[in-house]
Structure formats: structure tokens, C-alpha cells
């Protein structure tokens, strides 16, 4: 099993920038493919961006694609989403959540999720 625990989240002004980072229990962390999403109020939650159990390989979604950076340090155990140029529509609660199957977007793929950590980006 694994437990996870999202931090970085807060408020930011368009254009600015955030670094959200996701803790995970147990040893087997570096087993497991690592997404984030995101859900803003009133709408579902939607894919963000998922990397690799080795890291070799990301995925975004298009909305972020050219702004986001997803990362992991196996050895720490963490998990990295590095959010530049941010616009008032990524304002939402962000997810981390593990997978074992390979760099999947749906919700419904993965097993383990964090309770969330909010971004707020004002214009």
C-alpha cells in the first residue's frame, strides 16, 4: 500500500510559478507510475501530466504541455510538478496518485491518491 501526501499548493498571480511535491510511504514507491491531476470547482477531475516508474518517460496533458514539468526522486520517495506561467483556469485542487499499470490518464487507473493541495492563481 501507499499513502500520499501533496504540499507546495497556494496563492499565485498569473504568471507565476509553484512547485507542488508528493511525499509517498512504503517501499515500494519506485514500483509504481506517478500522475497528477487536478479538479476546479464544479467539474470533474482531469489529468494533469504522469511519469514513468524510472522517470525515463512523461506525458502531459495539452493544457499544460510547454508549462509543467513532472519529476520524482526515487530515493526520497517523492514526486514533482513543477507549474510555470500559470493562468487563473489552473486554479483547482491538485492530486498525486499512484499506478502500476504504464503512463495511463484516467482517474479510475489509479489506485492510491493524496488528499489534495490547493492552487490558486489570481489575474
Known amino acids: 500500500q501507499v499513502q500520499l501526501v501533496e504540499s507546495g499548493g497556494g496563492l499565485v498571480q498569473a504568471g507565476g510559478s509553484l512547485r507542488l511535491s508528493c511525499a509517498a510511504s512504503?517501499?515500494?514507491?519506485?514500483?509504481?507510475?506517478m500522475g497528477w491531476f487536478r479538479q476546479a470547482p464544479g467539474k470533474e477531475r482531469e489529468f494533469v501530466a504522469v511519469i514513468s516508474w524510472s522517470g525515463g518517460s512523461t506525458y502531459y496533458a495539452d493544457s499544460v504541455k510547454g508549462r509543467f514539468t513532472i519529476s520524482r526522486d526515487n530515493a526520497k520517495n517523492t514526486v514533482y510538478l513543477q507549474m510555470n506561467s500559470l493562468q487563473p483556469e489552473d486554479t483547482a485542487v491538485y492530486y498525486c496518485?499512484?499506478?502500476?499499470?504504464?503512463?495511463?490518464?484516467?482517474?479510475?487507473?489509479?489506485?492510491?491518491w493524496g488528499q489534495g493541495t490547493q492552487v490558486t492563481v489570481s489575474s
Open positions: 496518485a499512484a499506478s502500476l499499470l504504464n503512463l495511463r490518464v484516467g482517474v479510475r487507473e489509479y489506485a492510491y
Open positions: 512504503g517501499r515500494t514507491f519506485s514500483s509504481y507510475d
